[in-house]
């Protein structure tokens, strides 16, 4: 930090107050950037005569302290008398010092004014008692320059009173280029000296050397999104710009005024060429999500009579197939009264026919539905063969003794065993030994067993 570059003079003669900046002793000469000496001599002579304070108010000497080979040693300091003091001065930073030198050095060199007054109080100019000032006041030439290094140093109260009390004086606001940009939001600071002189100006400097110095004019205005955009009006080095008779600045002889217009127009133009762009392209996009829109209607008319033409299709396959199902019921219907038409038939013809094939004994007696019919001995009823107790024999194929003469017919009962006895007998191994039935392999619950084909009527078993 660049320590007290600021020292407080009172005119003996006036009694007005003013504030030395250390920019004051530098200037330039054919391109190079020296020391005044008639700035530090007088500074010196102030400095002996006790005549410099510190701007804190704590009523500290200063002393000027300046080298001649090093332009960075300038600065004040307080005067080493013994005494303890309370300072409060607050220190400049090396960007706002070595940016004062460097904007000194070039009003010296564009403005050709020996007298060119820095840190002038706003008082010192008008009736105003605020504590406000100019950086720089040239007052043969009538222009001022406003130097912030922050631009929140620039607040509406300090511009109101600067520009309502600077009477003829021409003013010119620069910050420091690291105020530039905005990324889209709206640059409330710059917009105020925006509205004032219709542009900005950013210094860029490389330490205190003028010779590197750049500054940028630029403008800040919305697009068609209404994001606020930096638009460059000019940049290039800072000595060359410079200023007219009139009091305009300008960059190689061209006002930035002008220049700011012709801006001002491209940038309009630039978007008007993007909102017709815009424009042609929203043209483009409903034209086209008109065709989209049309060929989804076409392909939901073609899917609507493609499923009609399916549904048609599923609807006369359904009727063939309902048609198909009746006739075919039908065909079924009359094949099952066929059928029960020729078993009622069978077996009509099975009942008249059925005692003389009772009569026969070679051959088992069977219904249509495969029932095997016995007529028995002593009542002469027939019946099927699960009305018997004992049934078949040698001679007797289709006779047999019923349950019922079982129970009740002694003689029956008496004539059963021999006739059991004399097939048990008469029986091979796989004959039925009571009735002389098929012996059969059967399964239960108990395991594998050999029973009569004649069961229920017989019920001989024996182990497999």
């Known amino acids: 930090m660049a320590r007290r570059t600021v020292a407080l003079y009172q005119e003996p003669d006036t009694g007005r107050i003013q504030f030395i900046g250390i920019e004051?002793?530098?200037?330039?000469?054919?391109?190079?950037?020296?020391?005044?000496?008639?700035?530090?001599?007088?500074?010196?002579?102030?400095?002996?005569?006790h005549e410099l304070f510190c701007p804190c108010g704590c009523g500290s000497n200063l002393i000027l302290v300046a080298g001649d080979r090093n332009l960075r040693e300038q600065h004040f300091r307080i005067r080493d008398d013994g005494k303890e003091h309370k300072c409060?001065?607050?220190?400049?930073?090396?960007?706002?010092?070595?940016?004062?030198?460097?904007?000194?050095?070039?009003?010296?060199?564009?403005?050709?004014?020996?007298?060119?007054?820095?840190?002038?109080?706003?008082?010192?100019?008008?009736?105003?008692?605020r504590k406000y000032e100019f950086s720089f006041l040239s007052p043969q030439r009538g222009i001022a320059l406003i130097y912030s290094h922050k631009r929140e140093n620039l607040s509406d109260e300090k511009i109101s009173i600067l520009?309502?009390?600077?009477?003829?004086?021409?003013?010119?606001?620069?910050?420091?280029?690291?105020?530039?940009?905005?990324?889209?939001?709206?640059?409330?600071?710059?917009?105020?000296?925006?509205?004032?002189?219709?542009?900005?100006?950013?210094?860029?400097?490389?330490?205190?050397?003028?010779?590197?110095?750049?500054?940028?004019?630029?403008?800040?205005?919305?697009?068609?999104?209404?994001?606020?955009?930096?638009?460059?009006i000019v940049e290039g080095p800072l000595r060359e710009y410079q200023f007219d008779q009139n009091r305009n600045l300008l960059f190689r002889d061209r006002i930035l005024e002008e220049m700011l217009s012709e801006v001002e127009i491209s940038f309009?133009?630039?978007?008007?060429?993007?909102?017709?762009?815009?424009?042609?392209?929203?043209?483009?996009?409903?034209?086209?999500?008109?065709?989209?829109?049309?060929l989804l209607l076409l392909r939901e008319e073609e899917k609507r009579k493609n499923q009609?033409?399916?549904?048609?299709?599923?609807?006369k396959r359904a009727e063939e197939a309902?048609?198909?199902?009746?006739?075919?019921?039908?065909?079924?219907?009359?094949?099952?009264?066929?059928?029960?038409?020729?078993?009622?038939?069978?077996?009509?013809?099975?009942?008249?026919?059925?005692?003389?094939?009772?009569?026969?004994?070679?051959?088992?007696?069977?219904?249509?539905?495969?029932?095997?019919?016995i007529k028995c001995e002593y009542c002469g009823r027939a019946m099927p063969e699960g009305m018997f107790s004992s049934f078949g024999g040698p001679g007797r194929m289709n006779l047999g003794i019923c349950r019922e003469c079982e129970k009740n017919n002694p003689a029956a009962t008496e004539t059963?065993?021999?006739?059991?006895?004399?097939?048990?007998?008469?029986?091979?191994?796989?004959?039925?030994?009571?009735?002389?039935?098929?012996?059969?392999?059967?399964?239960?619950?108990?395991?594998?067993?050999?029973?009569?084909?004649?069961?229920?009527?017989?019920?001989?078993t024996r182990k497999a």
């Not at 009609?308 to 609807?315: F, Q």
């Not at 077996?347 to 009772?358: M, N, S």
């Open 416 to 460: 059963v065993r021999p006739v059991f006895r004399k097939r048990r007998e008469n029986g091979g191994r796989n004959n039925c030994p009571l009735c002389g039935g098929s012996l059969l392999k059967k399964n239960g619950k108990y395991g594998s067993f050999w029973g009569c084909s004649n069961y229920p009527g017989c019920r001989f």
């Open 268 to 294: 309009q133009m630039a978007q008007n060429r993007i909102r017709r762009k815009r424009i042609a392209e929203e043209r483009q996009n409903k034209e086209k999500q008109e065709r989209i829109r049309q």
């Open 88 to 129: 409060h001065a607050v220190e400049e930073g090396d960007v706002s010092i070595d940016s004062k030198v460097v904007l000194k050095c070039w009003l010296d060199e564009k403005l050709r004014d020996p007298d060119i007054l820095t840190r002038v109080p706003i008082r010192n100019v008008d009736s105003s008692d």
């Open 308 to 315: 009609e033409t399916l549904n048609r299709e599923r609807m």
């Open 163 to 232: 520009e309502n009390n600077k009477k003829n004086i021409r003013t010119y606001y620069v910050v420091d280029s690291s105020n530039g940009g905005c990324g889209g939001q709206f640059p409330e600071w710059l917009m105020k000296i925006q509205r004032i002189q219709g542009y900005c100006l950013l210094l860029q400097i490389d330490g205190i050397e003028y010779s590197k110095a750049e500054m940028k004019a630029v403008f800040y205005s919305r697009d068609l999104d209404g994001k606020w955009m930096e638009q460059r």
């Open 24 to 49: 004051s002793v530098y200037t330039v000469v054919d391109g190079k950037q020296i020391n005044i000496p008639q700035k530090i001599d007088a500074l010196r002579k102030k400095s002996r005569n």
């Open 322 to 373: 309902r048609a198909r199902r009746e006739t075919e019921e039908i065909r079924q219907r009359k094949e099952a009264e066929r059928l029960r038409e020729k078993e009622k038939q069978q077996e009509e013809e099975f009942k008249t026919r059925l005692a003389e094939l009772l009569d026969q004994q070679e051959v088992q007696v069977r219904d249509p539905k495969g029932n095997r019919w």
